[in-house]
């Protein structure tokens, strides 16, 4: 569940939401990315609109935020000038794919599940083949001692899903396994979005998509009863 939003000021960032608001007099759900190619995204929504905005915008001034609301409200293709020229002066905030790539080794198969053929299976059957992050198993650590256990997580800055290895057990079920990569995978799709200053990962939006999940409830259940056996208690 890492994000680029656990790196931003929650004050800049609701005051950004804030003066959208107020500019652009309609409902704005706001997410701040680190895209690298798409800066602004806007699209309609109910009577408002879904914002993604590069996280170089938590910098903008009063007459750059005018331009971006006038953007927004507006049904220019092109954006304004004053805008281009701002996303051109920020340019050095926009991440840039490291000239020789950070080689990162994904572990896809474990003993009994291989990951990347059930990420390639949820991808297909819930999001149409459009999740493009990365999936592999953690390092596997003494689980008697952690306290609590994260079975998954997912990195907005990586785009990883990594995947607890006490998950690769023979008597953990596949819809079990799919459910909990399908969360994750959520992350990805949808994003760290912001309501009234707060960030929130598991919005309502996404309870909403999580549900769609056809075991979930059964998947919620498996995980309740057999968490103690994961831990090896
Ligand atoms: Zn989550």
Redesign the pocket.
């Known amino acids: 569940?890492g994000s680029i939003a656990r790196n931003i000021d929650g004050k800049v960032l609701s005051d950004l939401e804030e003066s959208l608001l107020r500019l652009v007099r309609r409902p704005i759900q706001l997410t701040i990315t680190d895209n690298v190619h798409s800066m602004i995204h806007i699209r309609n929504s109910n009577n408002g609109f879904r914002v993604r905005l590069h996280h170089m915008f938590l910098e903008a001034d009063a007459a750059v935020l005018r331009s971006l609301a006038s953007f927004i409200t507006g049904r220019k293709k092109r954006a304004p000038s004053l805008l281009r020229s701002f996303v051109a002066s920020h340019h050095s905030k926009i991440r840039k794919a490291p000239a020789k790539p950070r080689r990162v080794v994904l572990r896809h198969r474990g003993r009994y599940f291989n990951l990347k053929e059930l990420f390639d299976r949820v991808n297909q059957d819930y999001f149409a083949n459009k999740v493009d992050c990365h999936i592999t198993w953690g390092a596997r650590r003494p689980v008697r001692r952690q306290k609590s256990i994260k079975l998954a997580s997912y990195s907005e800055r990586t785009k990883m899903i990594r995947i607890n290895p006490v998950l690769d057990r023979s008597y953990v079920p596949l819809y079990v396994l799919a459910g909990i990569i399908y969360?994750?995978m959520l992350?990805h799709y949808l994003g760290i979005e912001s309501r009234n200053g707060r960030q929130m990962?598991?919005t309502k939006r996404f309870r909403r998509f999580e549900e769609k999940f056809p075991h979930y409830h059964h998947m919620l259940a498996w995980k309740e009863k057999n968490l103690h056996r994961l831990l090896g208690r």
């Open positions: 569940m969360h994750e992350h990962a598991h």
